[in-house]
């Protein structure tokens, strides 16, 4: 499996993962426009965060996106794992965890990193199981949100 920055050239399967995985995880349908602007966006300015993907055999199988947060208390930065995506055929085979086996190994390089943090759905218990099996921990903390 290789596991590259994504490009340009995979925003279509980018755009593909987000609306399988808000179908799969929220019940959620998409706007596809909304979404490749979204996708896009974050591809063309590297300050948004970037995009991993997993290739076996020259196909994608897998992606993630970081996004980043700034913490005062920490002087440093959080990573924000987000849009989880893993092919219905590829599942329980290691490609989210070569995935963010990589995120680690790069945050590890960057001087400014503390933590790498995600959000699960609460009653998504095989992505909770996943996460905790990395050595990922939940935290005492709830989302709170308001759209604008």
């Given at each position: 499996m290789k596991i590259r920055?994504?490009?340009?050239?995979d925003?279509?399967?980018?755009?593909?993962?987000?609306?399988?995985?808000?179908?799969e995880t929220?019940?959620?349908s998409l706007d596809t426009s909304t979404l490749q602007a979204g996708v896009r966006a974050l591809m063309l300015d590297s300050k948004k965060g970037f995009y991993l993907v997993a290739?076996?055999?020259?196909?994608?199988?897998?992606?993630?996106m970081i996004t980043t947060e700034w913490s005062?208390?920490?002087?440093?930065t959080f990573w924000w794992v987000q849009s989880?995506?893993?092919?219905?055929?590829?599942r329980r085979e290691g490609v989210y965890s070569a995935l963010y086996a990589h995120v680690k190994a790069m945050a590890r390089n960057e001087d400014d990193?503390?933590?790498?943090?995600?959000?699960?759905?609460?009653?998504?218990?095989?992505?909770?199981?996943?996460?905790?099996?990395l050595g990922m921990n939940q935290t005492a903390y709830r989302m709170?949100?308001?759209m604008i």
């Open positions: 920055t994504a490009d340009l050239s925003v279509e399967t980018l755009v593909e993962f987000n609306q399988a995985m808000a179908q929220e019940d959620k290739e076996r055999n020259g196909t994608v199988v897998g992606s993630l005062d208390w920490r002087n440093g989880v995506y893993v092919r219905l055929e590829a990193v503390c933590g790498i943090r995600l959000y699960v759905e609460k009653d998504n218990a095989a992505a909770r199981t996943t996460y905790e099996n709170y949100e308001q």
